[in-house]
């Protein structure tokens, strides 16, 4: 891809145009999105915010709640979130058992006050890697970074912001090394540009048969041009 990428502010203006402005995260508590994260697995996100809310209903959303409930009901409760439900119920013990540990407001404070530790702990809760880590820093409004999941990330590498490498985390690395010197210290833009970013690449920059045809950045996307 040699076509410059559109700047990205303009790319965002352009796609919160288009798609208007986008739901905020079902929730915004560090512990409730690591949760989130671990209740449900290949599933949409109307499926994976039923099951996170069917969890806090029946067994509650706290460390102290999870820990404390029979593993049976545990299960049952995000049954309907995908395949193998007693994994996932395992992985939100684990996920309890390190919160209690560290303390859950000590890891809210952390968050907004050294970013680069919270990252840390973070990274070692199950389903947090570098990209999961991120996006919590960035939902806490605590680092500068668009924190693009997979959609998000597809969307960056088509427009030419990076090569897509066989190693997403290469991929991660390079998309966000380029888009960084462009990120305002905004934390309201840079979460609804992670979040427009998904959508988009959801429901129109698919990784099978893109909708290039009525894609509002398709004349400046290196992807849609090279393939026009």
């Known amino acids: 891809m040699t076509k410059s990428p559109p700047p990205l502010r303009l790319a965002v203006e352009i796609l919160g145009t288009f798609h208007g402005h986008p739901k905020p995260p079902v929730t915004t508590d560090p512990f409730e999105l690591i ?30 709640a999870i820990l404390a409930a029979p593993f049976e009901k545990l299960v049952a409760a995000i049954r309907r979130g995908g395949m193998r439900p007693e994994d996932r119920a395992v992985k939100l013990c684990e996920a309890a058992s390190l919160a209690k540990e560290v303390g859950v407001p000590a890891l809210r404070q952390l968050m907004k006050a050294a970013p680069k530790d919270a990252r840390k702990i973070l ?25 693009p999941e997979s959609n998000g990330l597809r969307v960056l590498t088509r427009l ?29 833009w840079l979460l609804e540009a992670h979040l427009l970013l998904r959508r988009h690449g959801q429901e129109l920059c698919k990784r099978n048969e893109p909708r290039c045809d009525v894609c509002p950045l398709s004349k400046s996307c290196a992807f849609s041009l090279a393939n026009s």
């Open 35 to 64: 949760l989130l994260e671990n209740a449900a697995y290949l599933v949409d996100d109307a499926r994976r915010a039923e099951v996170f809310s069917a969890l806090k209903k029946q067994v509650g959303a706290t460390p102290e």
């Open 123 to 147: 990274k070692r809760f199950p389903g947090i890697g570098d990209p999961g880590a991120d996006k919590l820093l960035l939902i806490a409004g605590s680092l500068a970074t668009l924190a």
């Open 160 to 188: 030419g912001y990076a090569s897509e490498s066989k190693s997403y985390a290469q991929t991660y690395r390079a998309v966000a090394e380029a888009v960084a010197p462009g990120l305002p210290d905004d934390p309201e």
